[in-house]
Nanobody
Framework: QVQLVESGGGLVQAGGSLRLSCAVS????????MGWFRQAPGKEREFVSA????????YYADSVKGRFTISRDNAKNTVYLEMNSLKPEDTVVYYC????????????????????WGQGTQVTVSS
């Protein structure tokens, strides 16, 4: 049974930083495509970032490019999202997602392409 467990959310002032972690169990982590999405109440889940398992290619939404960094540690079965220069509009619930099918560039930012999801972690940025 695949499980994804996020941690690291919390309250931070604008301009501050947080690092989210997502620990994966139940399947070979090193072959998974990993993504981070976020969702505000009443809105669709929004792509934030993703990292492939081949070559560790990374992808970012324009809204976070230059501020967020995704990385993975295959030895720890964990993917990270380092978030810097946080803004109040980054205040939402963040979810990690995993899939073991090869996702192309056109699919990697689409939430429905991922089969496994964590429970979410709240990030709140105060102004």
């Amino acid at each position: 049974q695949v499980q994804l467990v996020e941690s690291g959310g919390g309250l931070v002032q604008a301009g501050g930083s947080l690092r989210l972690s997502c620990a994966v169990s139940g399947r070979t982590f090193s072959t998974a495509v990993m993504g981070w999405f976020r969702q505000a109440p009443g809105k669709e889940r929004e792509f934030v970032s993703a990292i492939s398992w081949i070559g560790h290619t990374t992808y970012y939404a324009d809204s976070v490019k230059g501020r967020f960094t995704i990385s993975r540690d295959n030895a720890k079965n964990t993917v990270y999202l380092e978030m810097n220069s946080l803004k109040p509009e980054d205040t939402v619930v963040y979810y990690c997602a995993a899939d073991w099918e090869p996702l192309g560039v056109m699919d990697i930012g689409i939430a429905s392409r991922y089969d496994y999801w964590g429970q979410g972690t709240q990030v709140t940025v105060s102004s």
